[in-house]
């Protein structure tokens, strides 16, 4: 019972600082840097499908942990890791594999992937600490 409460903590908190990240302070950012490569439209079944995949990875690498531990230092650290781990490994490629793609989108992209995986897999633990 715990897992699917972290789950759906981590779930609610990733979701809603990423889309006002995306939505509100960032998206011009990407738009104005990449927007060549934007599709009209958000693909909201693959979005949905990221969204469920990585909030997985959330959990069990950093708040599932923290769990196990009973420390809230495990989630954000394992948390922040996992975070900067996944956005570099997109961003490198993209910077090794797409012509002119902007390093200063990797830089701004891996530190938002590490700060919002972070505080994610924190808030996840923080609530399903109370149901361990």
Do not use: H
């Amino acid at each position: 019972m715990s897992y699917a409460i972290a789950y759906l903590a981590t779930a609610v908190v990733f979701f809603a600082i990423d889309y006002v990240w995306l939505t509100r302070i960032a998206g011009s950012f990407y738009r104005d840097r990449v927007g060549a490569l934007m599709a009209d439209e958000v693909n909201f079944a693959v979005a949905g499908a990221f969204y469920t995949v990585y909030v997985v990875g959330i959990v069990i690498f950093a708040v599932s942990p923290a769990l196990k531990s009973g420390n809230w230092q495990d989630a954000l650290i394992y948390g922040l890791l996992f975070g900067f781990f996944a956005y570099a490994t997109y961003d490198f490629t993209n910077l090794a594999t797409l012509r002119d793609w902007p390093v200063v989108v990797t830089l701004v992209d891996v530190t938002w992937g590490t700060f919002v995986t972070g505080v994610s897999a924190w808030a996840g633990y923080m609530v399903a600490r109370n149901f361990v």
